[in-house]
């Protein structure tokens, strides 16, 4: 395993020199089918392959809740994801993209009542998006970007820790459109 993450890590650094890239973070609004909406945020890595492709590696952290009727359900979804996009230059600081990717959804579900707390260990899955946005450069070292991302993703098993191994068949529809707002700090 190290051996691989070094591999990567010298393979990312190469690619990053070559072609440029920046770091950043963001804010992000989630609204989602069956988990109603949240805000969330993440950091991302973005590597310019070429002059009109760009990657982004992207980490995410969201917590949905709601209360009914005395019971209080927690939802954490922690989305690790990569996503390839086309460059559309509009101008010296303007620069909007569009693309999509893929990633994996690591999820945790609680629900707590008078009577006591349920954790239900969700199997987490893969996913897919679609994102288009507008990057402005304010600076030759710092960007600001405005994205629209809508995300397919559906988690299908479970297991109640109180109930037995058994897995349980689920219909979660976390399907939903998303908007992100960060700044990017290029090198």
Do not use: C, H
């Amino acid at each position: 395993m190290k051996k691989w993450l070094s591999v990567l890590a010298i393979v990312g650094f190469s690619v990053t020199t070559v072609y440029g890239s920046g770091l950043g973070g963001f804010a992000s609004y989630w609204d989602s089918k069956d988990a109603d909406s949240t805000w969330g945020g993440g950091a991302l890595l973005r590597i310019d392959l070429d002059e009109n492709l760009q990657l982004d590696i992207r980490g995410s952290y969201y917590e949905f809740s709601d209360r009914e009727f005395g019971t209080k359900w927690e939802l954490e979804v922690i989305p690790i994801e990569a996503a390839l996009m086309f460059k559309i230059p509009l101008d010296q600081q303007f620069n909007a993209y569009i693309g999509g990717g893929g990633g994996y959804y690591i999820a945790d579900w609680e629900f707590s009542s008078p009577e006591g707390r349920i954790k239900v260990d969700i199997d987490d899955e893969f996913g897919f998006f679609a994102v288009g946005g507008i990057d402005v450069r304010v600076g030759d070292a710092l960007s600001i970007f405005g994205e629209a991302k809508y995300t397919w993703l559906e988690y299908k098993k479970a297991k109640v820790r109180e109930l037995g191994p058994e897995r349980l068949d689920i219909d979660l529809d976390m399907n939903g459109i998303a908007v992100n707002i960060g700044l990017l700090l290029r090198f």
